[in-house]
């Protein structure tokens, strides 16, 4: 069984430019949940995707956007950065259904906006 | 307000002690779940234990227990015989409106953190 997975690890970007990032949900997972963890914070969730649809959402604004594939993996992307876009940010799987919906969670991307 | 609430920012603990990590959450829901988390300085969110609403008795997972006060709406964390390797930053977390077998989804609120050092 293999984990959740995020790539990349670490990315350098301008203020202005867009970012994709990339997230393998655990075998098994139909759920993906993507956080924003600035330094020193707790996770800040951005928003949630189902059966490829996004069915959640946090205080974020629209150039926060996502996709989920068939196979359930997904995508962040995050168009115009800024430079309070700098984060952690954390890909997380579940199994909606499940007993109390456990989320896993992957090693995070670090994004730096320069 | 806060949903969640971790009043330590830092806990110190001798090796081998048993240490709690606090934490008070804020919700009007009858129906939550509560979870604490593991960050180690590599990033990954490592899940502990959980608390449902409803459970009657407190959660249990090898050295971690959970000391749910449902009335005082607090969740605390219990590390028991702590480790080095239990160094790291703590979050609890809490996800409302679940239902058991439901399909709601599944937002986490987390708190500020704990920073948890464990001395020799």
């Known amino acids: 069984e293999t984990g959740v997975t995020q790539s990349p690890t670490h990315l350098i970007k301008t203020r202005g430019q867009q970012v994709t990032l990339r997230c393998s949900s655990q075998s098994g997972h139909n759920t993906v949940s993507w956080y924003q963890q600035a330094l020193g914070q707790g996770p800040q969730f951005i928003f949630q995707?189902?059966?490829?649809?996004?069915?959640g959402r946090g205080n974020f604004p629209p150039r926060f956007s996502g996709l989920q594939f068939p196979n359930y993996s997904s995508e962040l992307n995050v168009n115009a950065l800024e430079l309070d876009d700098s984060a952690l940010y954390l890909c997380?799987?579940?199994?909606?259904?499940?007993?109390?919906?456990?989320?896993?969670f992957g090693p995070g991307t670090r994004l730096t906006v320069l | 307000a806060q949903k969640i609430t971790q009043t330590q920012p830092g806990m110190f603990v001798q090796e081998k002690e048993a240490v709690t990590l606090d934490c008070t959450y804020d919700?009007?829901?009858?129906?939550?779940?509560l979870f604490w988390y593991k960050q180690p300085s590599s990033g990954e969110m490592i899940f502990l234990i959980y608390?449902?609403?409803?459970?009657?008795q407190n959660a249990t997972e090898g050295r971690y227990s959970l000391n749910f006060q449902k009335a005082r709406k607090s969740a605390n964390l219990v590390i028991s015989a702590s480790q080095l390797g239990d160094s790291a930053m703590y979050f609890c977390a809490m996800r409302e409106g679940y239902r058991a077998g439901g399909t709601s989804y599944g937002k986490l609120t987390f708190g500020q953190g704990t920073i948890l050092t464990v001395h020799p």
């Open positions: 919700t009007s829901d009858p129906s939550y779940g």
């Open positions: 608390q449902g609403s409803y459970d009657q």
């Open positions: 997380a799987s579940s199994l909606s259904g499940a007993s109390y919906n456990e989320q896993f």
């Open positions: 995707y189902y059966r490829e649809e996004e069915n």
